[in-house]
């Protein structure tokens, strides 16, 4: 699974081996990367996905399983959910966490979750019930802590259909809850809130260059989340009018202020929400703004 990479002189380079979520995360982990800094090709036929950074050993894996692979040292770091780490009670170095997911910037809610027209109202209710779910250590270990006897079985997929005619109650993964409403479920309880996290396997973090090559990815991956739904803005300003506009600019510090030749005039620039904007702009033209211009981010570094 390993593959060396060498530069224009034929030495060997040193690598990291990092384990890349295929499945739903796959298209939302890879616009993050590329906003990261980090450019994959990604062909269709093949599990190995191209980088313009050579250091980097990418493949791609089931979610499921990377933290199995980082644990045993096939993957020095991988990218993988909360969820499945404790599923896999999986013995990794947890180096941050990563607030996306496949539609967008929410968690990953795990729900009991069963038929509109279930007698089921409430958790107590699954006493001697079966359930299907993927998540058959850590549903059965979250009912063993409620005192709940209930027959737990792993589903290999399209759980929201097997209740109720297979199970009497399903354990799945939602993000906005249309796919069960679609399915005629309605939610319980949630059990797990979960969220991606870059993880790495304890002996590479002895490795100095290894250390310091995923201290940088898990930098540049968090100021890549931190950029989202942020806009950069500029614009010029008369002088007398600064006051007024702090009042009026959100910004994450006070605004970037910058004199300029005319000494009546400032420049000013901050980052702010990009649900903002559209009601922002107007009022600094308003207040006497010129020169106003948005532009997008690809990196917030606190």
Do not use: C
Not at 208 to 230: N, T
Not at 270 to 297: F, N, W
């Amino acid at each position: 699974m390993k593959k060396q990479f060498t530069n224009n002189n034929g030495s060997e380079d040193r690598y990291l081996n990092i384990g890349l979520p295929s499945g739903s995360l796959e298209e939302a982990t890879f616009r993050l990367l590329e906003k990261a800094g980090y450019s994959f090709t990604v062909n269709s036929r093949s599990y190995f996905p191209a980088s313009d950074d050579s250091q980097l050993n990418a493949i791609l894996m089931r979610a499921q399983e990377i933290a199995g692979y980082v644990e045993r040292g096939v993957f020095d770091a991988g990218i993988t959910g909360k969820d499945w780490v404790m599923e896999n009670s999986a013995n990794v170095v947890e180096i941050t966490e990563l607030n996306y997911s496949k539609r967008s910037m929410k968690p990953v809610r795990w729900v009991v979750a069963v038929p509109k027209e279930s007698p089921i109202n409430k958790l107590e209710d699954l006493r001697g019930k079966r359930i299907a779910t993927e998540m058959v250590k850590f549903t059965k270990e979250y009912l063993n802590e409620k005192n709940i006897e209930a027959e737990v079985e792993f589903s290999w997929g399209a759980t929201e259909v097997k209740a109720p005619v297979l199970y009497d109650a399903i354990v799945d993964a939602t993000e906005t809850g249309s796919s069960l409403k679609a399915n005629n479920l309605r939610i319980v309880e949630t059990i797990l809130v979960s969220t991606p996290r870059l993880i790495a396997n304890a002996e590479s973090l002895n490795d100095l260059w290894k250390k310091e090559k995923i201290d940088r990815l898990s930098m540049l991956l968090q100021g890549a989340i931190h950029a989202v739904g942020r806009v950069g803005l500029k614009f010029n300003l008369p002088k007398k009018k600064i006051d007024n506009v702090r009042r009026v600019v959100p910004a994450m510090k006070d605004p970037t202020v910058s004199y300029l030749l005319d000494e009546n005039w400032v420049a000013l620039e901050t980052i702010i929400s990009d649900r903002k904007i559209r009601d922002l702009i107007p009022e600094l033209k308003k207040l006497g703004a010129r020169d106003i211009i948005e532009y997008p981010l690809n990196k917030v570094i606190p």
